[in-house]
């Protein structure tokens, strides 16, 4: 801390300082109350009006309620931390940043929104080029108190002889911060590097790289909060949607958005993308190759139109004097005609009137043809077994009913694919429930089978099919999980995918379909890529964002890890890993990496004394990271020893950081999957503090010597 004054006692200045930056926070929460007071007061008046007794009084009911409802859900989720930054200018005013924007009783700027260009100096302006920026202070606030300023001076020419200068600087206090199970914003301390990925052009796709800790992901939600900000109603109508790797991540980075005062963005973890569905297995790694490559697509063309597996093969029925035969190739060559420019679904209607004309091309008796086509047409579809026949033939199929099918299709249909994957496929669906990799598949389907059909309506000149009631027993007889929309209702205005170097390409063909209108964020390192296979997937993430422009940001400084804590992953990532992308980590802790090898026995008990020790020596969040096949006995081990101790396998540590980390059984997290040394990357680099391994070979140490 500096000031002009040197004998003035350091701790009563920094009171000081805090106090009279407390009674500005004051001021400005009691406007934000009376605010949320006025949108309190417009929702009761809202509901009064829907007792007008007409159907406009309602509209403008709903419409108040909703829009008053937003604004208070808005400030109540600004409240904790509402004002964080106060820019002191060159010409002597002070502009104050906040979380959302404040006005007094006379239409005053009292906070400005982060959003606002005016607060973008907060994040651009440098020593170098301070752009009328004297000094730059952030507050630390618990709920409406502050306790605690950092500042930075950017212009010390220009500074006032009694200005205050308090801390090393917010960025280094941030830093040191322990990690709770929740990802929290960064909007005090965007560096000028992420702010300018941050306020991007709003159109086209906006790919923002980097090595692991340099704030992808927080940059990414501040961006979303910021384009919600700049086009509200483009973007709030249209809806934006966050795709992350898994439903750990998402419950760790969901508070992000709503304390920077959004709370109308869709968050969906990749098992959760398309409605109705909520995956959260993996399937192993062959299996989720082959559900993942793009030779899927034929498999489930091919299946979408194949017939129900205990579909009848043959029809006959006895008309006057003849016996009309539909044998299993003439139902095939129906099948075909009826598929021809329609979609499964879309045909269902037509197949009655399709079935009866192939039927009355075999008449040939005198008495039938008497009769004439309109006669043979009302006796056959209004006959129970015709009825039967159609309903069983051709059914209204949905996505998930056809993919249950696919363990008896994958021979037939699965001529792309090897046997050893064959095998992992129809292995890997034996639980009956769908893995994240299942949810592309299902999703395929769901536009390759069109929508279902509406109910029938009471038309007595059409053939007669199952009630919408009965086809719906039948159904739920067969399905436990179904998804709940439909595709025109897919899209959205912007899509914001996380990790996205481990997409494959069937998942990007998923994300695609509903961003074809949308812009987009794009945030990921290669280097930590679980998809095996990279050129597949460029090429289906090119076609997902066919026709955009891009704009790319890379962010350079690593502030999660330590130095000596990067300095090992990044052995790990020069050894394994072409062209890895490493940024710079900028503090050192004086804690280097430990690797303990233990006995096979004495693994668990070594495994716990690590977690224990940790959780003695830091105050956040311990994490167990160890291969797949090991998180359930670990987590049996662990027991409820600490809440702040999680177990978990190398995937869903993605995207996640810990003060403390524990590996264990490096070697087998390496042999789990064609990408191993890379999970391994990702994993060693989620610790900010501390991290161990453990044990009970140390091959993967030998080969980095």
Not at 233 to 242: I, Q, Y
Not at 612 to 633: D, F
Request: overall charge negative; hydrophobic content about 40%.
């Amino acid at each position: 801390m500096s000031s002009q004054n040197s004998s003035s006692d350091p701790r009563s200045e920094v009171r000081a300082e805090i106090a009279a930056e407390q009674r500005y926070v004051d001021t400005v929460h009691e406007r934000l109350e009376a605010s949320a007071e006025v949108a309190r007061s417009l929702v009761k008046e809202g509901m009064a009006r829907g007792h007008v007794g007409n159907e406009g009084g309602l509209v403008e009911r709903d419409a108040m309620v909703y829009q008053a409802s937003r604004r208070l859900s808005a400030l109540h989720a600004a409240h904790d931390g509402l004002v964080f930054g106060r820019l002191s200018m060159l010409d002597g005013d002070s502009r104050y940043i906040g979380r959302i924007g404040v006005r007094d009783a006379d239409r005053e700027i009292l906070l400005i929104d982060w959003r606002a260009p005016a607060a973008s100096l907060f994040y651009q302006a440098t020593a170098q080029e301070p752009a009328g920026v004297v000094r730059r202070r952030v507050l630390r606030c618990s709920g409406a108190t502050v306790v605690g300023v950092e500042d930075d001076l950017l212009d010390a020419d220009n500074a006032p002889d009694d200005l205050v200068v308090v801390g090393e600087g917010a960025l280094l206090a941030s830093l040191s911060r322990a990690r709770d199970s929740t990802m929290h914003s960064v909007v005090a301390t965007i560096q000028k590097e992420q702010d300018e990925a941050i306020r991007a052009p709003i159109r086209g796709v906006t790919t923002i790289g980097g090595g692991p800790g340099t704030g992808k992901t927080v940059v990414a939600l501040h961006r979303a909060a910021y384009l919600l900000y700049s086009d509200r109603r483009r973007f709030e109508s249209g809806g934006v949607l966050v795709v992350g790797p898994s439903s750990v991540f998402m419950n760790y980075i969901e508070r992000v958005l709503p304390s920077l005062g959004e709370t109308s963005v869709t968050l969906r973890s990749l098992g959760e993308v398309v409605d109705g569905l909520h995956a959260a297995r993996h399937d192993d790694a062959v299996a989720a190759s082959a559900k993942g490559s793009s030779r899927m697509v034929k498999l489930l063309t091919r299946a979408a139109s194949a017939p129900a597996p205990d579909a009848p093969s043959h029809f006959r029925f006895f008309y006057k004097d003849d016996v009309l035969v539909l044998d299993a190739p003439g139902l095939d060559r129906l099948r075909h005609q009826l598929l021809s420019g329609s979609r499964r679904n879309q045909a269902y209607a037509r197949v009655p009137a399709a079935v009866a004309t192939a039927l009355w091309r075999q008449v040939s008796g005198e008495r039938a043809l008497e009769k004439g086509e309109e006669a043979f047409v009302d006796e056959l579809t209004t006959d129970d077994r015709f009825v039967d026949f159609v309903e069983d033939w051709w059914p209204v199929v949905d996505a998930v009913g056809v993919w249950r099918t696919l363990p008896a299709l994958v021979d037939r249909f699965g001529g792309g694919f090897s046997e050893v994957e064959k095998q992992a496929l129809r292995a890997s669906w034996k639980s009956g429930d769908p893995s994240i990799e299942d949810v592309p598949l299902i999703d395929e389907l769901r536009y390759l089978i069109g929508e279902e059909p509406e109910p029938d309506s009471d038309d007595g000149d059409a053939p007669k099919q199952l009630m919408s009631f009965e086809r719906r027993e039948r159904e739920d007889r067969d399905e436990r999980v179904r998804t709940s929309t439909s595709t025109e209702d897919d899209g959205f205005a912007h899509i914001l995918i996380d990790e996205a170097q481990d997409l494959s390409p069937m998942q990007w063909r998923m994300v695609g379909r509903r961003g074809r209108y949308a812009s987009w964020t794009i945030v990921g390192d290669q280097a930590q890529s679980s998809w095996p296979h990279p050129l597949e997937a460029a090429a289906a993430r090119a076609t997902a964002l066919e026709g955009k422009p891009e704009h790319a940001f890379r962010l350079s400084t690593n502030y999660r890890n330590s130095a000596e804590i990067y300095e090992l992953a990044a052995s790990v990532a020069g050894h394994a890993i072409e062209n890895a992308d490493l940024a710079e980590a900028v503090r050192r802790t004086g804690h280097r990496p430990e690797h303990r090898v233990v006995a096979a026995a004495e693994l668990d008990a070594a495994l716990m004394a690590e977690a224990r020790q940790m959780l003695q020596e830091v105050e956040g969040s311990v994490a167990l990271v160890s291969p797949r096949s090991r998180v359930e006995a670990i987590s049996a081990l662990a027991g409820d020893l600490d809440d702040r101790l999680r177990v978990l396998d190398g995937l869903d540590t993605k995207g996640l950081e810990f003060d403390a980390v524990v590996v264990i059984e490096p070697d087998e997290i390496i042999n789990e999957s064609e990408t191993g040394w890379r999970t391994l990357y990702v994993v060693l680099t989620r610790a900010t503090q501390l991290l161990t391994t453990v044990g009970t070979s140390d091959r993967w140490q030998r080969e980095l010597e």
